[in-house]
């Protein structure tokens, strides 16, 4: 150890507090949850025993509400994910493109609504979206509706949060990546007889892609897990496993159980990590 | 082929090319020298399409393409960094051009080995650029860009990136592809050496204008201001009569002479060596043959020059 070079003794000084706080904060508590997945439920406090029964994963995968929750939170957040791409793709082109000056101050408009909680930013929605709300109190004062418009409670409503709350996830790797591509190789593409529209799509979209897939992540797996948005904003048709997590781990008191959809949810929510992963692997 | 007429570009409303006129032959490799900031690489950029002029045109084979894109004009860059799309092979970096050009897939595959071959990279068309070595990058550069047939080839310091070895050689063989293509080459360099080297003429560029034009040996024997004689090699340079009198080191002759003065130092550079000699015209330099016999240093001498040596230039 002692023989070791001064830069890899430096790097171990920097590096073994950061693993042994991943440690502590993720593969510890990943590691109860699993083993408590394993458990069975009782009365007690806390509420299971350690035991090694995989009757919890039979329940959650033989149970069409966990499975539809699992297919409904996939879907919404692909759905709402698309959505982020289509919103800040454009948003984060016309950053990277805009004045150097005025690029700092487009880039803290992005990220200016994180300065306020989260939480109160759904709260906000539910006060324009909800029946007595700002826009169908504006549209009935216009007189323009009679009855309130049912802008709340519905899969219009969480996609709507879901894309407000994270699109700057979306806009940042984005835009980090397409500043970062030469300019020179778009005048390359225009030297070589590429018009704009061209050398757009033959140069810098497949040199974003990279952007692209970090942003799409960064969105996709906190919006599949995501409890606030459908719970706030939600309705019915919107049972995200996020909600059905909370409920059984809060009201039912089924810790195994909730367990067992967290670990099942870590598991699914691994497949596009791993895949991003390999991606990049790949492109270097 | 090429004609620039009162050309002008301002940035921010300083002029970085401040009216210049140019006529470029076909077939010529003509370079455009100058210190970095002088306007050559934007004038070279307005040729190329890049940077719109302020004033004045930029005709290709008698066309005026001043107000025409890139895309739309019928010459080619290789660019200072070669700027290769890096999620490209070889090949389709090659055949990049090509694609917008009514071509079958038969021919423009032809094309792209013609190319390849023609700058010696068979055998390396499926890599990436980033598995090339810096002067292997250099030669995808020039093939993707001649792979269009252009009329015109422009070379914004190509040869820059590379190393002095290297650069050599590559100036060898670009007056040799050049001669076999018969196209005209503009390169834009700040190396005197290499300006020399290659060109069949310089335009010697300061502050935005062309100062002068004409063959390496013409600019080199025959600067036409103090400026061009002491970019271009090096040179003594005498006050007389309200002017300079300008002078080549290698005129310089030692040994007896009307002037006196003390060697100072010698530079041994292989094949020359400079002699750098104090005396009452000031500091002067003297260029001689290498195996040359010299004085030793605070040695006294005397030097002179033919009468032909000297150059007359303005203040």
Redesign the interface.
């Known amino acids: 150890m002692s023989e070791a070079p001064w830069h890899s003794r430096a790097r171990r000084i920097f590096v073994v507090p950061a693993f042994a706080w991943l440690a502590a904060t993720v593969a510890l508590p990943l590691a109860l949850v699993a083993a408590i997945s394993l458990g069975e439920a009782t009365q007690g406090a806390p509420p299971f025993d350690w035991s090694f029964t995989f009757s919890n994963y039979a329940i959650v995968l033989g149970d069409a509400l966990y499975v539809e929750a699992f297919a409904a939170s996939v879907r919404i957040a692909g759905t709402s994910t698309a959505i982020c791409l289509l919103i800040g793709y454009p948003m984060a082109l016309a950053i990277a493109r805009a004045r150097p000056e005025r690029r700092l101050w487009l880039l803290f408009l992005v990220v200016l609504p994180c300065w306020t909680s989260f939480l109160i930013r759904v709260y906000a929605w539910m006060g324009i979206l909800r029946p007595t709300g700002y826009i169908n109190s504006a549209l009935q004062a216009l007189g323009l509706v009679e009855e309130p418009l049912g802008l709340i409670a519905n899969a219009f409503a969480v996609h709507l949060g879901i894309v407000y709350a994270y699109l700057p996830f979306m806009v940042l790797p984005l835009y980090a990546t397409i500043e970062r591509i030469?300019a020179?190789?778009v005048?390359?593409?225009?030297?070589?007889?590429?018009?704009p529209a061209?050398a757009f799509w033959?140069?810098t979209f497949?040199?974003s892609l990279p952007g692209a897939v970090a942003g799409s992540l960064l969105v996709f797996i906190p919006a599949s897990g995501e409890f606030v948005i459908p719970d706030l904003l939600g309705g019915p048709d919107t049972q995200m496993i996020g909600r059905i997590l909370w409920l059984e781990f809060f009201q039912n008191r089924d810790w195994p159980v909730a367990c067992a959809i967290a670990t099942a949810l870590a598991a699914l929510l691994a497949g596009p990590i791993l895949l991003f992963d390999r991606y990049r692997a790949r492109g270097t | 082929m090429i004609r620039v007429e009162g050309l002008t570009k301002r940035f921010g409303g300083i002029p970085a090319v401040d009216g210049v006129d140019l006529e470029i032959g076909q077939g010529e490799i003509f370079c455009l020298l100058g210190p970095s900031g002088c306007g050559k690489t934007t004038l070279l950029r307005c040729i190329?399409?890049?940077e719109a002029p302020d004033a004045g045109r930029v005709l290709l084979d008698g066309h005026d393409v001043t107000g025409h894109?890139?895309?739309l004009r019928p010459v080619?860059?290789v660019?200072?960094?070669y700027?290769?799309?890096?999620?490209l092979s070889v090949a389709a970096n090659v055949a990049?051009?090509l694609?917008?050009?009514a071509m079958s897939k038969a021919e423009r595959a032809a094309r792209v080995a013609e190319m390849i071959s023609l700058v010696r990279l068979e055998g390396l068309a499926a890599r990436r650029p980033s598995q090339l070595s810096g002067g292997q990058r250099q030669r995808v550069a020039i093939a993707?860009?001649l792979a269009?047939h252009p009329k015109v080839l422009l070379l914004d310091e190509p040869l820059s990136a590379l190393d002095a070895k290297l650069r050599e050689e590559t100036r060898l063989e670009l007056v040799d592809l050049q001669a076999r293509l018969g196209i005209s080459f503009v390169f834009v360099t700040h190396d005197q050496d290499e300006a020399m080297a290659i060109s069949d003429r310089i335009g010697v560029m300061q502050g935005g204008r062309i100062v002068q034009v004409g063959a390496p040996a013409e600019i080199y024997d025959r600067p036409a201001t103090r400026f061009v004689a002491e970019f271009v090699g090096r040179i003594n340079l005498f006050a007389r009569d309200g002017g300079w009198i300008a002078v080549r080191p290698e005129r310089i002759g030692l040994g007896a002479g009307p002037h006196a003065g003390t060697v100072r130092e010698c530079a041994f550079l292989g094949e020359r060596r400079l002699v750098f000699i104090d005396s009452a015209l000031g500091r002067v330099v003297a260029s001689v043959a290498g195996s040359d016999i010299v004085p030793e240093n605070g040695a006294a001498v005397g030097f002179g020059w033919p009468a032909d040596a000297e150059r007359r230039l303005p203040a």
Not at chain 1, 187 to 195: M, Q, R
Not at chain 2, 83 to 87: E, G, K, N, R
């Open positions: 030469d020179a190789l005048e390359a593409a225009h030297d070589l007889g590429a018009p061209r033959r140069v497949p040199l | 190329g399409g890049f894109a890139p895309w080619n860059t660019f200072q960094s700027a290769l799309f890096p999620h990049f051009g694609e917008t050009l993707r860009a269009r």
